[in-house]
């Protein structure tokens, strides 16, 4: 299983949140900087959020995650503000592994197709953000569906991963609901990365014998709960 250390930015600092609110915001520095610690620590994969494009001002940060992509020269999974396929494909073009396809997958399903067609299944994901067994959307304040239904529709479109996160438990540092990660997993074929409440060893134990694809760490990282070379072993 593989494990993707969280950058997540906004204002240009890297920033963790609480169940994805603006107000709860807690910053650990410059995003590269961070970066840098956790490829330092044996991490080869990145989760890059770019919060303020998830808040509405998708130009902001642009420059810092092209640099983070160019210098790092590891595989990039990239979300937030991505709002059209011109969005994508610029991404995508600039080394980005694959793009993180959120609110607009729900809106604009028929993106992950056009996606999908020019670069290839890998390189599209499909957000699943569940809350309360529904797809949460616009910034998790609303709710469209059954996220298993999306899941399947997802892949039914094309998307070659899924990201799910479980709203209820994101930020919290209480541990994972195996839960909905089962059913998930009996729906789909697609790998699932899973992110969302990823607080320690027995939680990423719990998910690679699942056999869920990766898992993102964030809060539990960046609070020393969890050390990412630990996290690491116990994935492989």
């Not at 299983?1 to 600092?13: C, Q, S």
């Amino acid at each position: 299983m593989k494990i993707f250390p969280a950058v997540d930015i906004l204002d240009g600092r890297c920033v963790q949140l609480v169940q994805g609110r603006r107000e709860t915001a807690t910053s650990f520095g410059e995003p590269w900087t961070c970066a840098k610690r956790w490829l330092s620590e044996g991490a080869d994969s990145l989760h890059v959020v770019n919060l303020d494009g998830a808040f509405g001002n998708a130009g902001l940060n642009v420059d810092l995650i092209r640099e983070l992509v160019r210098e790092t020269g590891v595989t990039i999974q990239l979300g937030g503000g991505i709002r059209s396929v011109a969005d994508a494909r610029g991404w995508l073009e600039a080394g980005v592994e694959r793009v993180i396809l959120g609110t607009v997958a729900i809106k604009s399903p028929g993106f992950i197709r056009a996606l999908a067609d020019e670069f290839g299944n890998a390189r599209v994901m499909a957000g699943v953000d569940a809350r309360g067994g529904e797809i949460a959307i616009d910034g998790w304040q609303t709710t469209a569906g059954n996220y298993l239904d999306w899941a399947v529709r997802f892949e039914s479109l094309g998307a070659g991963y899924l990201l799910y996160t479980n709203v209820d438990v994101e930020g919290l540092q209480e541990g994972v609901n195996f839960t909905p990660v089962k059913a998930l997993l009996e729906r789909v074929r697609t790998p699932v990365i899973v992110a969302g409440g990823v607080s320690g060893v027995d939680d990423i134990n719990g998910l690679a014998q699942m056999g869920v694809y990766g898992a993102v760490l964030g809060s539990s990282l960046y609070s020393g709960r969890v050390r990412l070379r630990d996290a690491l072993e116990a994935a492989r």
